[in-house]
């Protein structure tokens, strides 16, 4: 069992940094992909970003250029930085732990964080 914790939201103004952690149980080497989602208000969950265990990273087309992803694999602890934030980016930030086996993968979440952008 794998068990993710994030911190790190919270309420910003447009334009302004935050950056979310998510700490994971496990060695970090035992998971393939880490990811980062959001969901906001009446929308469906979306991918923001995933790095996976090569270091290998993408983005989604709406933060590429402001959000990048990080992974401290001495903490065992992946990180959202997020610039120039704009009040679309507002949602609920989970992250998510992939360990993909030879017949099934096993999807781990976090408990979420709220990010709020407004003025």
């Known amino acids: 069992q794998v068990q993710l914790v994030e911190s790190g939201g919270g309420l910003v103004q447009p334009g302004g940094s935050l950056r979310l952690s998510c700490a994971v149980s496990?060695?970090?080497?035992?998971?393939?992909?880490m990811g980062w989602y959001r969901q906001a208000p009446g929308k469906q969950r979306e991918l923001v970003a995933f790095?996976?265990?090569?270091?290998?990273?993408n983005l989604a087309d709406s933060v590429k250029g402001r959000f990048t992803i990080l992974r401290d694999n001495a903490k065992n602890t992946v990180y959202l930085q997020m610039n120039s934030l704009k009040p679309e980016d507002t949602a609920v930030y989970s992250c998510?732990?992939?360990?993909?086996?030879?017949?099934?993968?096993?999807?781990?979440w976090g408990q979420g964080t709220q990010v709020t952008v407004s003025s």
């Open positions: 998510n732990a992939k360990r993909i086996a030879s017949t099934a993968t096993y999807d781990y």
């Open positions: 496990a060695s970090i080497f035992s998971i393939n992909v």
């Open positions: 790095i996976t265990s090569s270091g290998s990273t």
